[in-house]
């Protein structure tokens, strides 16, 4: 359990970091990658729906903790990302999954999930419209974030290739 | 029936968990504001900084000439300033002499370097490498050479936390220079605001917007931006002014901070009395 627990929270340290340091300077108006909860849709994929979730609040938990904002926000956002994640759970296809430009669409819409319950609970944003909202809140930073997986989709290719 | 409550369970096993998270995580939001859920947070702040700040001395290489440039064109502009302001000086201790009010224009200002900054657009927060150890407390408001950037909001040993002007729970008390109406500003995820205003018109657009001197927190006449936009609310009378703030958050790494509680001062001004 703790073997299972511990290989997500090591990546996470390291981008964590990244995510508190470097991420700031590539985000345009706020809107920038989350790599945090890029190793919590990874492990979803792979370990399944209540991995995810758990990983995910264990995860957000630290996030709040570590980053300074609002405790639980990231935990609640995060848990959900996580449990969607895992809907694409399937023992036979996880190399499949990861490997391919699928990844990148469930990066898509986990994050913008994730962005979007972490909005609503943070912000008291006020915008022309919704649809503005959703653009800016949810779809932005999930079309951000799904651009940063590509690395691991490419390095899953090359470990696919490898077997 | 136990059978059958096994079976419910295992079919929805994965909702109940994630039902049960869920409701650990409201409950912690809930318990954000308490003194114990404060002191475990600035205790992290303080443990992660130190790692962070080896990070940010990394990231700081990469600052680029742009604004190497910039901070000279400033040091120039502020050096003329600075004549003019002399003058004004020699002026203002004649007429502090006449009136025989006492000097609080000398501030020691203590320089943070940035450790670490949250990508959040609506929980605006820094961490800076001074703390406790620096004399940094809660409440000291932290700027640069351009103006007003937030508040310390938690101070641990060697670090602190500040809440800055694009955080939607920064609010402060300020005022347009040129017409001295005041008004609350703050963060609405996109842009600063000053809500519900009466007598828009005397609002004019590049007005200089500074901390009020009805602020309990920052000391007054600090600058803040400069009035961008005008807005009417189409539901009441009153009207909103868009304000461009003069410190761009995303590009700064060094800051001030002001070692001076204002509620401090005016709770020893009232015991004088």
């Known amino acids: 359990m703790l073997k299972k627990f511990g290989l997500p929270l090591l990546i996470f340290i390291p981008l964590l970091i990244l995510q508190l340091t470097v991420v700031p300077l590539i985000s345009y108006q706020g809107i920038g990658p989350d790599l945090v909860l890029l190793t919590v849709i990874y492990f979803s994929i792979k370990e399944g729906q209540v991995f995810g979730a758990v ?23 995060k848990t959900i990302a996580g449990f969607i994640a895992g809907y694409f759970y399937n ?21 913008s999930i994730d962005s979007l319950l972490f909005s609503l609970f943070s912000a008291s944003e006020s915008v022309s419209t919704v649809t503005a909202f959703f ?16 690395p691991s989709i490419i390095y899953n290719n090359k470990v696919d290739r490898i077997k | 029936m136990i059978i ?44 992660f900084a130190l790692i962070n700040s080896a990070f940010t001395n990394f990231v700081h290489l990469f600052y680029h000439e742009d604004s190497l440039l910039e901070l ?21 201790l004649e007429l502090k002499g006449l009136l025989k009010l006492q000097d609080t224009s000398k501030i020691n200002l203590v320089r943070a370097v940035i450790v670490s900054k949250l990508t959040s657009s609506v929980q605006g927060n820094l961490i800076l490498d001074k703390g406790t150890d620096e004399g940094i407390y809660k409440g000291m408001p932290v700027i640069n050479d351009k103006g007003l950037i937030g508040i310390v909001s938690h101070s641990s040993t060697g670090f ?79 009207s909103t002014v868009i304000v461009e ?12 901070i002001i070692p001076t509680i204002r509620n401090i001062q005016i709770d020893s001004l009232k015991a004088i009395k």
């Open chain 1, 55 to 77: 990983l995910g609040f264990i995860i957000g938990f630290l996030f709040d903790f570590f980053s300074g904002g609002i405790i639980g926000v990231s935990m609640f956002s």
């Open chain 1, 91 to 111: 023992e036979n296809k996880i190399d499949l999954t990861l490997g391919s430009a699928f990844f990148m669409v469930i990066v898509f819409l986990c994050s």
């Open chain 1, 135 to 150: 653009f800016k809140r949810s779809f932005l930073p999930g079309l951000y974030t799904s651009a940063f997986s590509l």
């Open chain 2, 4 to 47: 059958f409550l096994l079976k419910i369970y295992s079919f929805i096993k994965e909702y109940i968990i994630l039902c049960i998270l869920l409701v650990c995580s409201l409950f912690i939001i809930s318990l954000n504001n308490t003194q114990a859920m404060n002191s475990i947070r600035t205790y992290s702040i303080g443990s």
């Open chain 2, 72 to 92: 000279k064109q400033r040091n120039a502009e502020l050096m003329l300033e600075n004549n003019i302001l002399r003058e004004y000086a020699i002026q203002n």
């Open chain 2, 160 to 238: 602190c936390k500040v809440k800055h002007i694009n955080n939607s729970h920064f609010k402060i008390a300020v005022k347009d220079q040129r017409s001295g109406i005041d008004g609350i500003l703050n963060w609405d995820g996109a842009s600063l605001k000053i809500s519900n205003i009466q007598g828009i018109d005397d609002i004019l657009i590049g007005d200089r917007i500074v901390t009020s001197d009805f602020s309990t927190i920052f000391p007054p006449d600090i600058p803040v931006g400069i009035v961008k936009r005008k807005e009417k609310n189409s539901s009441s009378y009153s």
């Open chain 2, 245 to 256: 703030p003069f410190v761009k958050i995303e590009w700064i790494s060094h800051v001030f």
